[in-house]
């Protein structure tokens, strides 16, 4: 038996004293006296749930406070972010410290003061509304929109069970770490976390525990108004094992069955805790009005009395509760920590390219010569589509740096995002369901590269956000047309700038046959509309290679990379610039051969080759046109003034944009008088070449454009 399950088995034996009760209703009264100093918040899942969370963190959590990026240690999920009261009291009676490191110590003070919980989501407090990730330390994730930290919670367990597999050796085990996440109500109705729970029971995640804080209450009433399924019996046929705790004061029982997850590791486990929302509160407890509002004076000096507690005390902290998480929390997390940094030294002698491997993901940082092997295309005038492009140079990335891994939801072989080099291998629990031998020799184990999601957009994008979350650089894969069922997740990965790659491929009316419900118009302008996204719209296979340059290099946010299912033209560089210049966002790829441009001819992906027929054209007629290749816009935003002249000078004023989407944003680049040729209705059913033609997407027809701007414009001059 290890030290963790000593532990456990200590931990579940152990009866509940007066000083855990004290503890417990600290977390209360602080939860109680945040809400009503704001007046706004939400105190009554605090005060059901603070049993629940108090012996989750007391007994069973493995966290150093003093180096809260301890890569091994648990992880707990705070799902309804409404009740994020109670995490800044465990933050604050636990000793969380600030730190950056795995090694931090806390010399910096509190990760949240008091000073912090007493301005409760006011502005600049480490206290918000809700948890931010990257804003509070010791918030694993960003929650708030409910069902996204339980899904998000899959990916961490998909991260741990992949890290063990893949660097634990005999007599090193470096990843053994548990996924904790606490849910309600609320969390089991949305659609988010049903997905991510069929696909936790699917993979066997048996380090995954929610547990369910069933209080049957949501902002309009009693859970009984839409909401009466059995959870358990749904999850038991997801596969998990399900626990029962009748009473959230129970400790007792709920020990012993976090002691049963700690020790019987074979499913993903769900605990029902049933608990009363504003527990104490006599005219509230049990009522939505405990939901969502303070409390008010007069009830909360009712429900401290309840408690035992100074009726006039505010904030109050007695000193043995922070003492007493020193004794439990703090020391197990610290000696675990101890025991692992010895371990990891030891580690570091004996396997030294993976200690390495492990360095680099936890400071974010790439291997050196991970983009020698990115491939060059040859100009071509058949081309290659930017989803084949994408795809042969995500293998050669994913050969260079071992944490690059994902999956698409049930599109791979549309989106050409298959791992095939022969040891990326399938992240699977065992052998396939129909047992045949190629089933069996397909079959890998948890170190495997390439993810199956299943048509599952919404929790592949969250679980792809855990996996980032430790470390790793995933990619989640799947039609652009499919991001609107995805948009929660991708938003919450940009508010967290975690360095995740989207590949939506299928990125325009181009696709044909499928029709207007497949052929995405607003989808790209929504995306770039998303603050922290960047969003690469690559003209063809060698932008394509530099598209994924920039997304792998970057580390502070998501990367949509939008690609086409039709080839498109291999440009000539030799004749045209180089596609390095993707880099800057945008930039000239043709220009005339003297003098100043008389228009511009701007475009993203397939279209980019229109604008080059054009411009060809246009060369012949004698007509000054430069064509900008606009991959970026956000890298564009990000250049300086001098450089953005350069490209789109002011006094060019003859202007045509082309993109065969919604044209919205882009009389940013064109003005008020510029030609926007996009769509302005949905696409429709009929071979590609077909759709384009008949809504104007060819080179006459930008040549048409391009014409009138000029005669316009030479008119008002």
Same mark, same amino acid.
């Given at each position: 038996?290890?030290?963790?399950?000593?532990?456990?088995?200590?931990?579940?034996?152990?009866?509940?004293?007066?000083?855990?009760?004290?503890?417990?209703?600290?977390?209360?009264?602080?939860?109680?006296?945040?809400?009503?100093?704001?007046?706004?918040?939400?105190?009554?899942?605090?005060?059901?749930?603070?049993?629940?969370? !108090?012996?989750?963190?007391?007994?069973?959590?493995?966290?150093?406070?003093?180096?809260?990026?301890?890569?091994?240690?648990?992880?707990? +999920?705070?799902?309804?972010? /409404?009740?994020?009261?109670?995490? %800044?009291?465990?933050?604050?009676?636990?000793?969380?410290?600030?730190?950056?490191?795995?090694?931090?110590?806390?010399?910096?003070?509190?990760?949240?003061?008091?000073?912090? =919980?007493?301005?409760?989501?006011?502005?600049?407090?480490?206290?918000?509304?809700?948890?931010?990730?990257?804003?509070?330390?010791?918030?694993?994730?960003?929650?708030?929109?409910?069902?996204?930290?339980?899904?998000?919670? +899959?990916?961490?367990?998909?991260?741990?069970?992949?890290?063990?597999?893949? !660097?634990?050796?005999?007599?090193?085990?470096?990843?053994?770490?548990?996924? !904790?996440?606490?849910?309600?109500?609320?969390?089991?109705?949305?659609?988010?976390?049903?997905?991510?729970?069929?696909?936790?029971?699917?993979?066997?995640?048996?380090?995954?525990?929610?547990?369910?804080?069933?209080?049957?209450?949501? =902002?309009?009433?009693?859970?009984?108004?839409?909401?009466?399924?059995?959870?358990?019996?749904?999850?038991?046929?997801?596969?998990?094992?399900?626990?029962?705790?009748?009473?959230?004061?129970?400790?007792?029982?709920?020990?012993?069955?976090?002691?049963?997850?700690?020790?019987?590791?074979?499913?993903?486990?769900?605990?029902?805790?049933?608990? /009363?929302?504003? %527990?104490?509160?006599?005219? @509230?407890?049990?009522? @939505?009005?405990?939901?969502?509002?303070?409390?008010?004076?007069?009830?909360?000096?009712?429900?401290?009395?309840? &408690?035992?507690?100074?009726?006039?005390?505010?904030?109050?902290?007695?000193?043995?509760?922070?003492?007493?998480?020193?004794?439990?929390?703090?020391?197990?997390?610290?000696?675990?920590?101890?025991?692992?940094?010895?371990?990891?030294?030891?580690?570091?002698?004996?396997?030294?390219?993976?200690?390495?491997?492990?360095?680099?993901?936890?400071?974010? *940082?790439?291997?050196?010569?991970?983009?020698?092997?990115?491939?060059?295309?040859?100009?071509?005038?058949?081309?290659?589509?930017?989803?084949?492009?994408?795809? @042969?140079?995500?293998?050669?990335?994913?050969?260079?740096?071992?944490?690059?891994?994902?999956?698409?939801?049930?599109?791979?072989?549309?989106?050409?995002?298959?791992?095939?080099?022969?040891?990326?291998?399938?992240?699977?629990?065992?052998?396939?369901?129909?047992?045949?031998?190629?089933?069996?020799?397909?079959?890998?184990?948890?170190?495997?590269?390439? $993810?199956?999601?299943?048509?599952?957009?919404?929790?592949?994008?969250?679980?792809?956000?855990?996996?980032?979350?430790?470390?790793?650089?995933? $990619?989640?894969?799947?039609?652009? =047309? $499919? *991001?609107? %069922?995805?948009?929660?997740?991708?938003?919450?990965?940009?508010?967290?700038?975690?360095?995740?790659? !989207?590949?939506?491929?299928?990125?325009?009316?181009?696709?044909?046959?499928?029709?207007?419900?497949?052929?995405?118009?607003?989808?790209?302008?929504?995306?770039?509309?998303?603050?922290?996204?960047?969003?690469?719209?690559?003209?063809?296979?060698?932008?394509?290679?530099?598209?994924?340059?920039?997304?792998?290099?970057?580390?502070?946010?998501?990367?949509?990379?939008?690609?086409?299912?039709?080839?498109?033209?291999?440009?000539?560089? *030799?004749? %045209?610039?180089?596609?390095?210049?993707?880099?800057?966002?945008?930039?000239?790829?043709?220009?005339?051969?003297?003098?100043?441009?008389?228009?511009?001819?701007?475009?993203?992906?397939?279209?980019?080759?229109?604008? =080059?027929?054009?411009?060809?054209?246009?060369?012949?007629?004698?007509?000054?046109?430069?064509?900008?290749?606009?991959?970026?816009?956000?890298?564009?935003?990000?250049?300086?003034?001098? &450089?953005?002249?350069?490209?789109?000078?002011?006094?060019?004023?003859?202007? +045509?944009? +082309?993109?065969?989407?919604?044209?919205?944003?882009?009389?940013?680049?064109?003005?008020?008088?510029?030609?926007?040729?996009?769509?302005?209705?949905?696409?429709?059913?009929?071979?590609?070449?077909?759709?384009?033609?008949?809504?104007?997407?060819?080179?006459?027809?930008?040549?048409?454009?391009?014409?009138?701007?000029?005669?316009?414009?030479?008119?008002?001059?």
């Amino acid at each position: 038996m290890t030290e963790r399950d000593t532990m456990a088995t200590t931990a579940a034996t152990a009866p509940a004293t007066e000083l855990d009760q004290l503890c417990i209703n600290t977390l209360r009264t602080l939860a109680i006296d945040m809400v009503q100093k704001a007046d706004s918040g939400h105190p009554g899942t605090p005060m059901g749930a603070a049993p629940t969370a !108090y012996c989750l963190w007391q007994r069973f959590l493995n966290y150093d406070p003093h180096a809260p990026a301890w890569p091994n240690r648990d992880r707990f +999920v705070l799902s309804p972010g /409404h009740a994020c009261a109670l995490l %800044y009291g465990l933050l604050y009676l636990g000793d969380v410290q600030p730190g950056s490191g795995s090694d931090a110590r806390g010399s910096l003070g509190k990760a949240v003061t008091l000073d912090e =919980i007493k301005s409760f989501r006011q502005l600049g407090s480490r206290c918000t509304g809700h948890p931010e990730h990257g804003w509070t330390t010791g918030v694993e994730t960003t929650t708030g929109p409910l069902g996204q930290g339980v899904a998000t919670s +899959v990916g961490m367990a998909i991260a741990e069970a992949w890290l063990a597999a893949t !660097y634990n050796r005999p007599g090193f085990t470096l990843f053994d770490h548990k996924v !904790y996440a606490l849910a309600s109500d609320g969390d089991m109705m949305e659609g988010i976390s049903a997905e991510a729970a069929s696909l936790a029971g699917h993979l066997q995640l048996a380090n995954l525990c929610w547990i369910y804080d069933c209080n049957r209450i949501t =902002i309009e009433g009693a859970t009984g108004l839409t909401f009466t399924e059995d959870v358990g019996a749904r999850f038991e046929t997801y596969g998990w094992r399900v626990l029962r705790v009748a009473d959230a004061n129970a400790i007792e029982q709920l020990s012993a069955h976090l002691q049963t997850f700690a020790l019987q590791p074979s499913l993903p486990t769900l605990i029902v805790v049933q608990s /009363h929302i504003g %527990y104490g509160a006599p005219h @509230k407890q049990d009522a @939505k009005e405990a939901h969502g509002e303070a409390l008010g004076e007069d009830e909360v000096r009712l429900t401290k009395e309840f &408690y035992g507690w100074n009726p006039d005390a505010k904030f109050l902290v007695p000193s043995e509760v922070p003492q007493h998480f020193k004794a439990h929390f703090g020391q197990r997390g610290a000696r675990a920590h101890a025991a692992w940094n010895a371990l990891h030294q030891k580690y570091q002698a004996q396997y030294p390219d993976l200690a390495q491997q492990i360095d680099h993901m936890q400071a974010g *940082t790439l291997p050196e010569g991970w983009d020698a092997p990115l491939p060059s295309f040859e100009a071509s005038a058949k081309g290659v589509s930017s989803r084949d492009a994408a795809g @042969k140079t995500l293998n050669a990335i994913a050969k260079q740096v071992p944490w690059v891994l994902g999956g698409a939801a049930d599109l791979s072989p549309s989106t050409k995002t298959a791992l095939t080099f022969d040891f990326a291998g399938v992240f699977e629990p065992g052998p396939l369901a129909d047992n045949s031998e190629r089933a069996k020799a397909d079959a890998r184990n948890f170190a495997g590269r390439n $993810f199956h999601f299943g048509i599952r957009e919404h929790a592949m994008c969250a679980a792809v956000s855990g996996m980032a979350l430790a470390g790793l650089r995933p $990619f989640g894969a799947g039609f652009l =047309i $499919f *991001t609107d %069922y995805a948009r929660g997740a991708m938003r919450l990965a940009a508010m967290m700038g975690l360095p995740v790659t !989207y590949i939506w491929t299928h990125d325009s009316i181009a696709l044909g046959e499928d029709g207007p419900t497949h052929q995405p118009i607003e989808q790209l302008a929504s995306l770039r509309a998303m603050p922290g996204m960047r969003v690469l719209r690559p003209a063809d296979a060698n932008e394509t290679v530099e598209a994924w340059r920039i997304a792998m290099q970057s580390t502070d946010g998501p990367t949509s990379l939008v690609l086409s299912r039709q080839a498109l033209p291999t440009l000539d560089r *030799t004749q %045209y610039a180089s596609a390095a210049g993707l880099a800057q966002g945008a930039y000239v790829l043709a220009d005339c051969d003297g003098g100043s441009p008389e228009v511009l001819l701007l475009a993203t992906g397939s279209e980019v080759a229109l604008c =080059i027929a054009a411009y060809e054209q246009l060369k012949k007629e004698g007509v000054r046109a430069r064509v900008v290749s606009m991959p970026s816009w956000d890298l564009f935003e990000c250049q300086d003034s001098a &450089y953005q002249e350069s490209v789109l000078p002011d006094a060019v004023q003859a202007r +045509v944009s +082309v993109e065969a989407g919604s044209g919205l944003g882009w009389d940013r680049y064109v003005g008020r008088h510029g030609a926007i040729l996009a769509m302005h209705s949905f696409g429709m059913s009929a071979p590609g070449k077909d759709v384009m033609a008949h809504f104007g997407f060819d080179a006459a027809h930008v040549v048409r454009a391009a014409q009138e701007q000029l005669r316009r414009h030479q008119t008002k001059a």
